[in-house]
């Protein structure tokens, strides 16, 4: 139970800042480790949708999580993601990649493939059991195409290597039933801004951000309020974010929040291909928010 204490809270699913010549800004990344930490974060995220992973060299991923690693002296604790519709290629790079200052893996669902359940249930089995360190499932339908279902996610949950979901589903029959039926040392947390602080009021662990990457500070308050049972507080705070988090998925992610961050002056706004600025007119809705 100590060791999963450390993934209550929040975490942050970091963005790639980009330069204008479409490498990777280096520079700005380590500020935002910074930034982030200093707002309260509880544990970063690396390598995960919100990073545009899948235009990422296998060199850029080293490189990013070396980074990020340095640059937080062993603060607060990494979480990479390392997943994909292939699970013998999942188990080449466990082998391959430098995991120093790694505390953790974020698995997504396998894409494209569609699996069936069992096919999930034993992906994830052969995972854990390869995997040198304790792995987070990652469930979000809207991108992979398949659903982890409940049931299975409990029988994976007898895994000892295998810790908690990053549920993002939205089915919120799905989560409570989870969170009724997770053993005690299984997290739950929700990978949606949106619907974090009804899904903590019944019992979920916290929150991996998208939105937090440019509202740190307001994202942990909210968060950590939740945690302490202060829902009249961190209401308040949510209803400040709701525009702010609608604005960031209108256009797609991370392209929204990452028009806050240069509006904020963190970033440079460049995405890679394909995916694109957000419209003149929504970035002026945005605008409108900072």
């Not at 390598?47 to 002296?73: A, C, F, M, W, Y």
């Not at 947390?189 to 974090?196: E, R």
Request: one cysteine or more; charged letters at 20%; proline letters at 5%.
């Amino acid at each position: 139970m100590q060791f999963i204490n450390q993934f209550k809270g929040l975490g942050i699913a970091m963005i790639t800042p980009f330069l204008p010549d479409g490498e990777i800004d280096y520079s700005s990344l380590e500020k935002l480790v910074e930034h982030l930490i200093a707002s309260g974060t509880d544990y970063l995220v690396a390598l995960g949708t919100t990073s545009e992973s899948p235009t990422l060299t296998d060199e850029e991923k080293h490189k990013i999580v070396r980074t990020i690693v340095k640059t937080n002296q062993n603060r607060v604790p990494i979480v990479i993601g390392i997943g994909g519709p292939s699970t013998k290629t999942i188990l080449h790079q466990f082998k391959t990649f430098d995991f120093t200052g790694v505390s953790a893996i974020l698995s997504v669902t396998p894409y494209y493939n569609k699996p069936t359940q069992a096919g999930l249930l034993e992906h994830y089995q052969t995972l854990a059991h390869h995997s040198s360190l304790p792995i987070i499932l990652y469930n979000v339908g809207s991108r992979t195409g398949c659903n982890l279902e409940p049931e299975t996610t409990l029988k994976l949950a007898e895994h000892r290597n295998i810790i908690g979901i990053k549920e993002a589903s939205g089915i919120m029959n799905q989560i409570m039933y989870l969170v009724k039926h997770k053993p005690d040392n299984f997290l739950v947390i929700s990978g949606d801004d949106a619907i974090t602080l009804p899904l903590m009021a019944i019992g979920i662990n916290g929150l991996i951000s998208v939105v937090g990457n440019a509202y740190p500070t307001l994202v942990a308050q909210m968060v950590h309020l939740a945690q302490d049972g202060n829902f009249e507080e961190a209401r308040i705070i949510h209803h400040k974010l709701l525009d702010i988090i609608q604005a960031c998925f209108k256009e797609g992610s991370p392209a929204g929040v990452k028009t806050f961050l240069a509006l904020q002056n963190r970033i440079d706004y460049y995405l890679r291909l394909p995916l694109v600025r957000v419209s003149s007119e929504h970035q002026k809705n945005i605008g409108e928010l900072i």
